[in-house]
Structures are given as structure tokens and as C-alpha cells.
Nanobody, 116 residues
Framework: QVQLVESGGGLVQPGGSLRLSCAAS????????MGWYRQAPGKERELVAR???????NYGDSVKGRFTISRDNAKNTFYLQMNSLKPDDTAVYYC??????????WGQGTQVTVSS
């Protein structure tokens, strides 16, 4: 069974930084594309960033130039480095992968709050 566990959320002031981590188990991590999504209150879940098994990345327009997604296949973990955070980045952040057997797999989510 696929398990994704996020960590690293919290409260940060505008302009600050956070790094989120997502530890994966139950999959051959190195061959899977992985992604970060977020959902703010009253809004739909949206793509933040994705990274392919080969290391190619793509980002949502609102985070380009501020966020960086990366992965460490040796640790079965991928990351989201978030810099220059804004109040609009406040949301629950989820990690995601798509399994041929289980379909869309999600972590439990981690809260990121950007506020002074």
C-alpha cells in the first residue's frame, strides 16, 4: 500500500521560507513522478509543483521563481523549498503520486500559514 507522509509545515512571516518534506513508502520511489498540491479555504486544490522520475520539473504560475521541488531517491523523499512566502500561499499542502494499482495517492496534508 502506498503511504505518503508530509512534514515541515508551520507558521511563517511574509517573506520567510519553509521546506516541506514528503516521505514515500510502498512504491519503487525512483520510477514515480511526484507532486505537491495545495488547498486554501474555499478554493479548489491546485498544483504547486511536480517532478518526474527523471528530475524534470514544472510549477504553478503563482509559485514560479519562489518555490523549488526536488527529490532524493536514496531517501524515498521529495521536498518543496518555499521562499519569499506570501499570505496567499497559506493553505494545506499535500503530496501526491499516481499509482497504476491504487490511482491517485495523497498524504494527510500539512498546514502552511503565512502571516505577520
Amino acid at each position: 500500500q502506498v503511504q505518503l507522509v508530509e512534514s515541515g509545515g508551520g507558521l511563517v512571516q511574509p517573506g520567510g521560507s519553509l521546506r516541506l518534506s514528503c516521505a514515500a513508502s510502498g512504491i519503487i520511489f525512483r520510477i514515480y513522478d511526484m507532486g505537491w498540491y495545495r488547498q486554501a479555504p474555499g478554493k479548489e486544490r491546485e498544483l504547486v509543483a511536480r517532478i518526474t522520475s527523471g528530475g524534470s520539473t514544472n510549477y504553478g504560475d503563482s509559485v514560479k521563481g519562489r518555490f523549488t521541488i526536488s527529490r532524493d531517491n536514496a531517501k524515498n523523499t521529495f521536498y518543496l523549498q518555499m521562499n519569499s512566502l506570501k499570505p496567499d500561499d497559506t493553505a494545506v499542502y499535500y503530496c501526491n503520486t499516481k499509482s497504476p494499482l491504487y490511482g491517485d495517492c495523497w498524504g494527510q496534508g500539512t498546514q502552511v500559514t503565512v502571516s505577520s
